[in-house]
């Protein structure tokens, strides 16, 4: 009796942004449909894929340390090949091979969609080989994706690449120029997302507020939400990387307007001293910061607002960083994320002299995380007692549920946790703040 041959088993890493989970999806969906068998143990799988993140320095270090991880596990004998994918490849290339002894293909972003034929050849290969191009300047069709979310919400992306010149910046260099999706090809993945489940959307882009400039359609963001607000089934929209300069009048409406667009805007803004900023070659000023936050909180007086700053830029002083905390206290963000900066290679900022000590940059660092550790801890103190609507996401064997109301979002955000759910993820529910807990919401369902 002839056996059955067994079938390749692939591992998969998918490492970074949202931008990239996107990537890691249609790579599992193109590996399932070749007839690969993907399995959650990656230390014992015969070919591993690694999709890496390569945007700032703790990035790449979490993204080699991943490939050396696996790497052990070839040496030892329990994996047979290891890819690596994603950004790291765009930013390093064939370097990597010496970077990390041992791995046998380097992918770039251009080659995404050719991931099964690349493991195919992998495993025939004696030879390590890359697959680098200048592809990754085509729109990429992300329709059909095996979701690593848990399906009730998913990332929606709605361009690639930015054409903005932040001076600490390495995405145009990872992601090439900025170029939206056409429309119907954002509207057909989104319908695609909703009939399988989805019932919240994160849109997702380097940069939301510029989509649809290079194609010439007018208030082409506002247009596009409003076309997806008519899919049946879809609940929350929610935006996400939104440049501040970028947010006009008639996105606001569209914004106020709206039954499935949540009262949530991330909009990173970086810093708000008006020489740091230019040293950082963003247009915005800190006047225009207050004016947007004024005529946000205005217009939406239930907005929940998150933003991104960098302490420690090349040249900044004591009192230009105590006029970013005091900022931060003026505007009281509901969720913030900092970073100190760091001199990526081939930026601008690399250059630029008057680096600020790491110790000084970690001491700044920690006052303003305090500083908005007390702002959002006064804020979950106040929603106590006040009603809910909640997004389940997960329910453990105790009927404790892990859910989200609409100011929180997936994977970033703090959560609401759900004393006695009753509901099964993906279900709306009505709840009632009745404690905090650090960051997150104890609520129960009413």
């Known amino acids: 009796m002839k056996r059955k041959k067994q079938k390749v088993t692939v591992g998969f890493i998918s490492l970074g942004c949202p931008k990239n989970s996107v990537d890691s999806e249609r790579m599992l969906a193109e590996i399932a449909e070749a007839g690969f068998l993907i399995t959650a143990d990656p230390d014992t799988a015969d070919v591993v894929v690694i999709n890496t993140c390569g945007f700032i320095a703790p990035a790449k270090a979490e993204s080699l340390e991943a490939i050396r991880h696996t790497l052990e596990h070839k040496l030892s004998g329990a994996v047979k090949k290891v890819i690596v994918a994603g950004c790291l490849p765009e930013r390093e290339g064939e370097q990597l091979f010496s970077q990390a002894e041992g791995i046998d293909a380097v992918v770039g972003l251009g080659q995404r969609d050719n991931i099964a034929g690349i493991i195919k050849k992998t495993l025939s290969r004696r030879h390590p080989a890359a697959y680098l191009n200048q592809s990754a300047q085509t729109i990429l069709d992300d329709r059909t994706r095996l979701l690593i979310t848990p399906g009730h919400w998913a990332y929606l992306r709605i361009s690639e690449g930015c054409n903005h010149r932040c001076s600490f910046c390495t995405i145009p260099a990872i992601r090439g120029r900025f170029r939206s999706k056409p429309p119907e090809l954002v509207l057909s993945e989104a319908g695609e997302l909703v009939s399988s489940g989805t019932v919240e959307l994160n849109i997702i882009a380097q940069d939301s507020t510029s989509y649809g400039r290079d194609l010439k359609i007018k208030n082409s963001l506002a247009a596009l939400i409003s076309e997806l607000e008519k899919i049946t089934g879809l609940s929350w929209i929610r935006l996400m990387y939104l440049y501040p300069t970028e947010i006009y009048d008639t996105l606001i409406d569209t914004i106020t307007k709206s039954e499935k667009i949540v009262h949530y805007l991330d909009i990173p803004i970086q810093h708000v001293n ?84 790491e110790k000084i940059k970690q001491q700044r660092l920690e006052e303003l995380m305090l500083t908005q550790q007390e702002i959002a801890f006064t804020k979950n103190k106040n929603r106590i007692g006040s009603q809910l609507t909640c997004l389940v996401d997960a329910v453990d064997s105790e009927n404790e549920g892990r859910g989200r109301f609409y100011g929180q979002a997936p994977d970033i955000d703090s959560i609401c946790i759900i004393k006695k759910c009753q509901a099964r993820p993906g279900k709306f529910i009505n709840t009632k703040v009745i404690g905090t807990k650090d960051y997150d919401l104890i609520v129960e369902q009413i």
């Open 274 to 357: 008006n020489t740091i900023l230019k040293a950082m070659r963003r247009p915005d000023s800190k006047d225009q910061l207050i004016r947007l936050i004024e005529k946000l909180r205005k217009a939406m007086p239930d907005i929940i607002l998150r933003t991104t700053v960098i302490v420690g830029f090349p040249g900044e002083t004591e009192h230009q960083f105590t006029e970013l905390l005091d900022f931060i206290k003026w505007a009281k963000f509901d969720a913030l994320g900092c970073f100190s900066f760091y001199p990526e290679s081939g930026t601008a900022a690399e250059k630029m002299p008057n680096h600020v000590s």
